[in-house]
């Protein structure tokens, strides 16, 4: 495949949508050839509508879309071609066409998802559509003024990543797929009155990802109940909950995109809980769960939660309660879970399913480097990461594609030097910090200080995500304000709680001098308690060291943790000259 500028190839025309110029389509790559298509109109009075699609015969979808009635007031189309696009090719670009449209913020989305064809699947040259043919198409349509923002904006975005019409993984697609067979079942089932399936997995394996999408094609076949296929689903009783203000954003502003999504069907835990409660609505039919490592395990009255477990409140209100988990991101004792509490949960409820989901999808980084991650998170110190060297392929060599960038810092404000640099190449990079440094909840602001390094830290008041606000990059955020999101760089500090133990050759945690006055608030009935709360600063580091798709820089605020990171980051140097 020849990479060279192509945009001249690409075939990009404009039409009035009406019949006139549908029966005007006689061009071979308007009758019999694969073309993308973007449907739209531009009403100032209210948000303008888009519709993205594909076909091999354009000209008789076109017909097709004439006589939809929703379709059919759409105003213009805008037909793309190229001469290397087939297929597989088509579907894949019109995935990320819609993504960036939902991201794009222009337009309402008006495409409705499948529970089938939407699996990500290898194809000859795949990066060339990807990374070369897509972003010059996206370029013209912003030449043309179609669309506003630039892809590289885009593809940073919160709503981009959790777009429920991205490419899925063969695992997630079989599981989207296990998901809705599942509900599809449960809603017939007289004899049992609640159902529940457990979706498990570490930090980068795409939890929240397949969630987003199976919730909106859920919402998409409830639409079809004039076809008596999907009768059961009731579009206005789903809901999707997610204790997480930052994550909370973010779907509700992919719900304001697309249609059959509304940002009432997406709320915290409590409100859904006291909102049945209080007859505000009735008994849910499917409720999806995300971040449920975030839910409360105990009573709390700051919260308005009267009961003793949030998972299990839930549960009792919804009939099928589809339930990701991942007991290494608990992050306080009153969201304190365990092995044993699920599994007392399960046995209640003998109609449930589970499902493993194993493969890192954020950190594009070599299997040792992500192991080193893994023993330090688990209190272990290893040997810097020796990554096998092997010969790039042509298409890595064709696309520069750099190695993932890990490094420990002697300096904190080096380290930030750093992420700005990498923020200027590359956008989203940040600093965050474990919870090891004062922070109150009335509106002042507080600072991370580490030698000469000093920044405002754990600011929530933003409209949108903290990250991809630009001011942040002058902030350092919080395990509050990163969880569940990509960065593509990512710096960590590690505050004074973590030490380091020469003689164990081991992390050494000291609880005392954690700040989270929140994560630390006592709760009956845990064992070993400090123990407890160890892991929750172990799970909080874990949950920061794998924030990054393209770098990891560490520093260390313990001179001895630090002193020893630099350490084995120096022996790199004798067996890499």
Known sequence: MNYEDDSIKIQLKEYDFCEKEVENLKDPFETNYPILYILYNTDKKKMPEAYVGQSHRFDKRMSEHLKSNKKAMMKKIVMIGHDTLNVSAALNIETNLISCFIADEKYKVENRSQIKGSESHNYYDKR???????????????????VEHSVDYLRNKDT?????????????????????????????DTENEHHVFFIAGEAGTGKSVVLSSIFKTIQDLAEKKADNEFVDFNQDNNYLLVNHNEMLKTYKSIAESLPNLKKKNFMKPTSFINGIDKGKRQQADIVLVDESHLLLSTKDKYNSFEYENQLEEVIKRSKVTIVVFDEKQVLKLKSHWNVDSLVEIKDKYPIHEEYHLTTQFRMKAAPEIVHWVDSFVDRKILPFPKVTKREKTEAEKKFGDEEFDFRFFSSAEDMRMEIKARNQKSGLSRIVSTFDYIHKKDGGDYLVEE???????????????????????????????????????????????????????ELKIDINKYKDSEAFKSREGIENIDKVKEQIILNSINV?????????????????????????????????N
């Open 160 to 188: 981009f990543k959790l777009s429920p019409f991205r490419g899925l993984s063969p695992e997630q697609q079989e599981l989207k797929e296990k998901v809705i067979d599942f509900c599809k079942r449960s809603l017939t």
């Open 544 to 576: 920061l060291l794998k924030r990054g798709i393209n770098g990891l820089y560490i520093y260390a605020s313990d001179d001895k943790l630090r002193e020893k990171l630099m350490t084995i980051q120096k022996e790199k140097s004798t067996w890499t």
């Open 128 to 146: 060339y559509y990807d990374e070369v043919l897509f972003p010059r198409i996206w370029t013209r349509l912003r030449e043309e003024k179609v």
């Open 451 to 505: 030698g000469d390094f000093s920044a405002p830290w754990n600011r929530t008041d933003y409209k949108r995500s903290w990250a991809e606000e630009e001011a942040t990059i002058n902030e350092v955020g919080s395990i509050y304000t990163i969880q569940g999101f990509d960065l593509n760089y990512v710096g960590v500090i590690l505050g004074p709680s973590i030490g380091y133990d020469a003689e164990k050759n």
